[in-house]
């Protein structure tokens, strides 16, 4: 575009860097590169892949545009071709309504299809910590499943049962999980790392792990297996309730002696 235009590119701005990004016209990455325009008056043009692959919607795109021709400075889009004057003016935001209701429509078929998913007792994104996402074949067709991580989901369960006594608040949970080696996952961005207190908190509330799914509010059948029992789970939350009406949010601290040893090494080869 740069070339048709007999243009010079004189920088490349983060914004336009991922197919996933989604400018703000008052997010920090735009306001930087406004300063720059206001630095470097010689720029006259900001050019775009496509407009659906910038704008969330119609009004981000008519902000980003009033505020740039108000610098002297127009959008083009390297893939659209709408002309000048009004008539251009005109689909550009014809256009920006329609892509904004195509991505309406298909965050709401995503929701639906995820919604059925649920129904079926099938598990939505990523495993949560303890189980693992598996492809398995049934009947000569591959299909995504959840199995239970062998040496995180002892622990996990372990987790519940030591806080079902009520005798550890779940800093001190965390800890002692911590020197027993309990880790995220890695991914491609980020390293196994000790699981982090708030962490620990939410997977203590969460019924997944008794083999539920909650979706929107209401509980499912999960076709995944539970790696505790309801009745455990349950005295786990009369512990949470108990010290969070009582309005210390857990911070209650119990004394342990040292921290390592502190106990005894959690079996991994049970799932």
Do not use: C
């Not at 207190?197 to 209401?218: C, F, K």
């Amino acid at each position: 575009m740069a070339e048709r235009l007999a243009l010079t590119r004189v920088r490349r701005s983060p914004t336009a860097r991922g197919s996933g990004y989604k400018p703000d016209a008052s997010g920090p990455q735009f306001k930087k590169m406004l300063r720059y325009i206001d630095e470097h008056p010689d720029v006259k043009y900001v050019i775009l892949y496509m407009r659906s692959r910038v704008f969330r919607n119609h009004l981000d795109a008519a902000m980003v545009k009033r505020q740039l021709r108000a610098k002297g400075v127009e959008l083009v889009s390297a893939k659209e071709n709408f002309g000048d004057g009004y008539m251009g003016d005109a689909m550009e935001a014809i256009t920006d309504v329609v892509n904004e209701l195509q991505v309406r429509i298909s965050g709401e078929d995503i929701k639906i299809k995820m919604a059925h998913k649920v129904e079926r007792g099938g598990t939505v994104g990523r495993a949560k910590l303890g189980y693992l996402n598996a492809r398995k074949d049934f009947d000569g067709r591959l299909v995504n499943t959840i199995d239970v991580d062998p040496n995180r989901a002892p622990l996990i369960r372990w987790a519940f049962e030591q806080y079902a006594t009520g005798q550890h608040s779940i800093t001190q949970l965390q800890m002692m999980l911590e020197d027993q080696g309990l880790t995220t996952r890695p991914s491609s961005k980020r390293p196994a790392r000790p699981l982090s207190s708030s962490q620990l908190a939410i997977i203590l509330r969460d019924p997944y792990y008794t083999g539920v799914i909650r979706y929107e509010g209401r509980l499912y059948p999960g076709r995944h297996e539970p790696i505790i029992g309801k009745e455990l789970f349950l005295a786990v939350q009369k512990v949470l309730d108990g010290r969070n009406r009582k309005g210390d949010r857990d911070r209650t601290h119990f004394p342990l002696p040292s921290r390592t040893p502190v106990l005894r090494r959690v079996s991994r080869g049970r799932t």
